[in-house]
């Protein structure tokens, strides 16, 4: 069974510097992995999949296999990125559908 | 489009009382999923339908819990009897089926809040 893990649950951090929540998987198979964000008073969204190696206000992600993680990073974290954050794996077969989340992250940037 | 639109969006109530919460998920998505988020758990998920059949409730805690998904534009969660440790924020998100995993973002809906005294 898959299996996502954010081993901190609260993370707090200064205007400026650089941020990275962490995210661990177990999964046997070739994973498909997504981090999604919760801002306040929002919904809970997409914020970028590792597939499509992209950045998203700032944020990266690498899928590092040998290691099973999936850390977001941020060099300059901003006040406006004080949020909620979930990793989530993707595990396809007869699960096809479904995401698996982490336990979540919420993230405080003080100015 | 308005999105996944759940109702209600704060539900408190008695212990013992039945609660039904409601999705209409957004317009030609084949998935919709049911979640629950909690501090001490994080976001679970309860149950998850594909074109309108449930394809996996593992995550649905007892048999207090059901859901159902007559048709392609809404889903119910039932709590019967409800309970205090039922309190938590129930989300419904929905998906479409576009061939690969990487492209079907979940769209989350606003989320009730349920309070069970």
């Known amino acids: 069974a898959q299996r996502v893990t954010q081993p901190e649950k609260l993370l707090s951090v200064f205007k400026g510097a650089p941020v990275e929540l962490k995210c661990n998987y177990s999964?046997?198979?070739?994973?498909?992995l997504f981090w999604y964000v919760q801002y306040s008073r929002q919904r809970l969204q997409l914020l970028l999949r590792h597939i499509s190696r992209e950045s998203i206000k700032g944020f990266t992600a690498d899928l590092n296999k040998g290691e099973t993680s999936f850390h977001l990073k941020k060099p300059f974290a901003q006040e406006e990125d004080s949020a909620m954050y979930y990793c989530?794996?993707?595990?396809?077969?007869?699960?096809?559908?479904?995401?698996?989340f982490g336990q979540g992250t919420i993230l405080t940037v003080h100015p | 489009d308005a999105g996944v639109i759940q109702s209600p969006r704060h539900e408190v109530t008695e212990m013992g009382q039945e609660v039904t919460l409601r999705c209409k998920p957004i317009s030609g998505h084949d998935y919709l999923f049911w979640y629950r988020q909690t501090m001490m758990r994080g976001l679970e998920l309860l149950i998850y339908f594909n074109n309108n059949v449930p394809i996996d409730d593992s995550g649905m805690p007892e048999d207090r819990f059901s859901a159902k998904m007559p048709n392609a534009s809404f889903s119910t969660l039932k709590i019967q009897p409800s309970e205090p440790r039922d309190s938590a924020v129930y989300f419904c998100?929905?998906?479409?089926?576009?061939?690969?995993?990487?492209?079907?973002?979940?769209?989350f809906g606003p989320g009730t809040r349920l309070t069970v005294l």
């Open positions: 989530a794996l993707f595990a396809g077969g007869t699960s096809y559908g479904k995401l698996t």
């Open positions: 998100a929905s998906s479409p089926n576009r061939g690969r995993a990487s492209y079907n973002e979940q769209f």
């Open positions: 999964y046997s198979g070739s994973p498909e």
